[in-house]
């Protein structure tokens, strides 16, 4: 059983890629249900699924501590903790007051590192070789504004507002592009604050995308000779050490 777990987390077979793919899918598929029930009671269905949900995070999560060669290794790392804290919430829901979504939506934090996703995707995709920088620059900076949208929501937008989600990611991007248009306003000490927060965070995540997207690129091939990590994607030689480099490219037609 245990290898078979093992085959599916970190195999190299095209079954275990599009496994743990699967994974990334219902990822996505969970924090979609998180944010559309945000600003909704929550009767016996949504809990229901709440639980599922919840189950079904448990035992990925305890086969990744099961398969894991150094488990408080694992335990440290920061989606981990975002798992733990979205089983703790997902579970004890019906049991706690206050709205705790924004608690789930740090599940949104497993997309930028869940498994061997990167690995998976600079062995098949040609693309993410050469874009990778860009292409992680704009996950974070989807991420932040995913994450402090829904925070926004769930603390700052009223009850009866007529369009909570767009009113929250509208006064997110406002905030974050230093825009300001003024027709909504967190006017608390601590909505100001949580304002500052994403306008000094958001800001230096846009420009590492600029510098991502307008910078020279470079993708991950490790130097068999001196270990440098990053090179050129036209690189024939190392530029630390002259070594040859063999740099998988699609070619020139």
Known sequence: MKKAVKFLYIGKDPISVWFRYGLILFDVVTIIFFVATAHFPHGPWVTGISWVVGFLILLDFSARMWIAKDRWKLL???YTLADIVVIVSL????FLTGNLAFLRILRALRLIHSYHLLWDLRRDSTFFR????AVIAAINLLVFVFATSTAVLVFFIPEDAKNPYIDALYFTMATLTTTGF???TLSTPWGKLFSVFIMVVGVALFVRLAQAIFMPQKVRHKCPSCGLFRHDPDAVHCKHC???LRIETGGVS
């Open 76 to 78: 440290r790392k920061i």
């Open 130 to 133: 050469t874009h990778e920088d």
């Open 242 to 244: 002259g070594c040859t």
């Open 182 to 184: 003024g027709d909504i």
């Open 91 to 94: 579970i004890l829901d019906p």
